[in-house]
C-alpha cells in the first residue's frame, strides 16, 4: 500500500508541539536536559505525526550514533540481566541506546563482537570483566573508543571498572564459612580460563582457607559452564570425595541453586548435613528452600553508574577514575554449623 502522504520532518515536529526545532533535537538527543512537560509535548507530536529521527543524516554530521555496546557472556540466566536493565534506563535518559551481544564465554567470539560493534559505529563499549587479550584493548585505543569493564575491579587494569573486588567479597563469605567450623570444603566454579571474575572467587576462597591455617590446595574444586542442571551434576560429583566436604562454595547462585536441588535429591539436609552458599543473590536465591546464603552485588547500582561513567567518558573526553562498589554477605539458611561425626 502506498501514500502520498509526506514524510514528517524535525520541523513539523517542533510546530505541532509548539517548540523550536532545538528543543525536539534536545528532546530526542538529551531527553533529561528537557523540561518533563515539553518532553512529553514532543513525544505526543512524534507519535501523532509517526516521525522517525534520519540517524544516517545525524551520524555524518555528528560522528556518532549514540549508541553503546554492551557485550555480555550469556543471557541465558539472570546474572546480567538487572545490572543491564539499569544499564539501559541511564542510557536512555541521556539519550543514548543499547545494543547488546553475548560471547557463550568464548574469547574469540567476544573479539568479533567488539570489533562488529566498532565496526557499525558504536560509540563507546560495556565489557565484563578484566581478562582478554591485550591485542583487544590496543585494537580500543587504536579506534578512541570509550570503554568500562564492569563486574569486576582492578585499579591496574587496561580500561577503567565500575565494578567490585571479586577476591575480597569471596574471602567474606569464606571467613563466614570458616567461623562455623568447616574445614572439608569445595567449590563449583565457572571455566576460570579467561574469566578472571571465577578465578578471583576462587583466590577469595584459597586465601581465607590459609589464613586459617587450611591448605589451599585441598580445596575440591569443579569447574563447569553456568546452570542449575551443571550445578546439581558437580555435587552429586563432589560428595563422592572423601573426606567429604561438609560446606560447598557455588561460584554463583545459578550453580549454588544446582547444588541445592540434588542435596535434596540426595536426601541430605541443609544445612544440618552439608552448608551450601552462593554468589550474586539473585532473586532466586531469596525464594530458594531453605533460602540461599550468598553475596548480594549491587547490579542495579553498578550498571546504572557504569552508564554514567560511559556518558561522561563521552562527553567530557577523560577517562574517569576505577569505582568499587560495596559487596555484603547476606546470612540466610543453608550455612550452618560442620555437621557432627
Not at 119 to 145: C, E, K, M, N, W
Amino acid at each position: 500500500m502506498t501514500t502520498d502522504r509526506p514524510t514528517p520532518t524535525l520541523h513539523d515536529v517542533a510546530d505541532a508541539a509548539d517548540v523550536s526545532t532545538a528543543t525536539v533535537s534536545r528532546c530526542l538527543n538529551f531527553p533529561d536536559k528537557v523540561a518533563p512537560k515539553t518532553r512529553q509535548k514532543v513525544q505526543d507530536a512524534i507519535a501523532a505525526l509517526g516521525y522517525s529521527p534520519n540517524f544516517g543524516a545525524k551520524v555524518m554530521a555528528a560522528k556518532r550514533t549514540n549508541t553503546i555496546g554492551a557485550i555480555i557472556p550469556t543471557m541465558e540466566n539472570a546474572i546480567f540481566a538487572r545490572g543491564l536493565q539499569a544499564f539501559q534506563e541511564e542510557l536512555r535518559a541521556h539519550g543514548y541506546t543499547m545494543l547488546v551481544a553475548s560471547t557463550a564465554y568464548q574469547p574469540n567470539m567476544e573479539e568479533e563482537q567488539i570489533r562488529t560493534l566498532v565496526a557499525r559505529g558504536a560509540d563507546a563499549l560495556l565489557l565484563i570483566g578484566h581478562a582478554r587479550a591485550p591485542s583487544v584493548y590496543d585494537f580500543l585505543r587504536t579506534q578512541d573508543v570509550p570503554t568500562i569493564v564492569s563486574w569486576a575491579y582492578d585499579p591496574q587494569g587496561e580500561s577503567p571498572s565500575v565494578g567490585f573486588d571479586n577476591k575480597a567479597a569471596m574471602y567474606a563469605m569464606a571467613k563466614q564459612v570458616l567461623a562455623q567450623g568447616h574445614v572439608h570444603l569445595a567449590a563449583i566454579s565457572a571455566p576460570t580460563d579467561q574469566n578472571d571474575r571465577a578465578s578471583e572467587r576462587l583466590s577469595g576462597i584459597k586465601a581465607a582457607m590459609q589464613d586459617a591455617g587450611l591448605a589451599p590446595k585441598k580445596l575440591h574444586i569443579i569447574e563447569t559452564p553456568y546452570s542449575i542442571e551443571n550445578g546439581a551434576l558437580a555435587f552429586a560429583e563432589l560428595m563422592t570425595k572423601h573426606p567429604r566436604p561438609t560446606a560447598v562454595f557455588g561460584g554463583n547462585d545459578v550453580l549454588a541453586i544446582g547444588a541445592l536441588r540434588q542435596a535434596k535429591t540426595m536426601q541430605l539436609a541443609v544445612p544440618q548435613d552439608v552448608s551450601i552458599v552462593g554468589f550474586d543473590d539473585i532473586e532466586l536465591a531469596q525464594i530458594a528452600d531453605p533460602a540461599l546464603t550468598t553475596v548480594h552485588v549491587p547490579h542495579r547500582e553498578m550498571g546504572r553508574k557504569a552508564a554514567l561513567a560511559l556518558v561522561n567518558m563521552l562527553r567530557e573526553g577523560k577517562s574517569p577514575p576505577h569505582l568499587a562498589l560495596d559487596v555484603e554477605v547476606v546470612l540466610r539458611d543453608t550455612l550452618g554449623p560442620v555437621p557432627r561425626s
